[in-house]
């Protein structure tokens, strides 16, 4: 496991409020373990993390992280992994495609698919136009999570909205 990963880790369980984590897997309609902690404490969790470590040397290694962090149980890991990625998408292309499918389908629920969508596909898509070949597909998928990120991947898109992906 990554060094970054074990530190989501420890920060993570020293930052455990039962609690708050009652509430919120409630909220989700205890789709998934929480340990109650709130995006912004997140947030520094990852700055602190991040901290004397080496930027990711490249794809493979966001993809370790994130494929780790959705091994472990509670829903703030997804949420650590998924601001990784925001931070790191410029050194996404083509090859992340199937981890973020991976992803994507996986642990699925609106919270991390939103964030996949609209802060990892579409900088990926926007930055690699062949790939809207992947979203025509996923618009066809059996797996709702997958159509939902190739509808909203444009959301911050404004004028360059692609009208006929969007209403198809």
Same mark, same amino acid.
């Given at each position: 496991?990554?060094?970054?990963?074990?530190?989501?880790?420890?920060?993570?369980?020293?930052?455990?409020? $039962?609690?708050? #984590?009652?509430?919120?897997?409630?909220? =989700?309609?205890? +789709?998934? /373990?929480? @340990? &109650?902690?709130?995006? $912004?404490?997140? #947030?520094?969790?990852?700055?602190?993390? =991040?901290?004397? +470590?080496? /930027?990711? @040397? &490249?794809?493979?290694?966001?993809?370790?992280?994130?494929?780790?962090?959705?091994?472990?149980?509670?829903?703030?890991?997804?949420?650590?992994?998924?601001?990784?990625?925001?931070?790191?998408?410029?050194?996404?292309?083509?090859?992340?495609?199937?981890?973020?499918?991976?992803?994507?389908?996986?642990?699925?629920?609106?919270?991390?698919?939103?964030?996949?969508?609209?802060?990892?596909?579409?900088?990926?898509?926007?930055?690699?136009?062949?790939?809207?070949?992947?979203?025509?597909?996923?618009?066809?998928?059996?797996?709702?999570?997958?159509?939902?990120?190739?509808?909203?991947?444009?959301?911050?898109?404004?004028?360059?909205?692609?009208?006929?992906?969007?209403?198809?």
């Amino acid at each position: 496991m990554s060094q970054l990963v074990e530190r989501f880790q420890l920060a993570v369980e020293a930052a455990r409020d $039962p609690v708050r #984590a009652t509430g919120t897997a409630a909220y =989700m309609r205890n +789709l998934f /373990p929480f @340990a &109650g902690i709130s995006q $912004p404490r997140l #947030a520094v969790i990852h700055r602190e993390a =991040m901290a004397g +470590l080496p /930027p990711p @040397a &490249g794809e493979a290694e966001l993809a370790a992280v994130a494929l780790a962090c959705w091994e472990l149980p509670e829903r703030e890991y997804q949420h650590l992994a998924c601001m990784h990625l925001r931070r790191n998408v410029h050194l996404l292309g083509p090859g992340f495609v199937p981890t973020l499918e991976r992803l994507v389908a996986t642990k699925s629920w609106w919270d991390t698919v939103d964030e996949l969508a609209t802060n990892i596909t579409g900088p990926l898509v926007a930055a690699r136009p062949e790939l809207r070949s992947v979203m025509d597909r996923w618009l066809e998928s059996d797996c709702i999570w997958l159509a939902r990120v190739a509808i909203l991947h444009q959301e911050r898109w404004e004028e360059r909205t692609d009208r006929d992906l969007l209403f198809a």
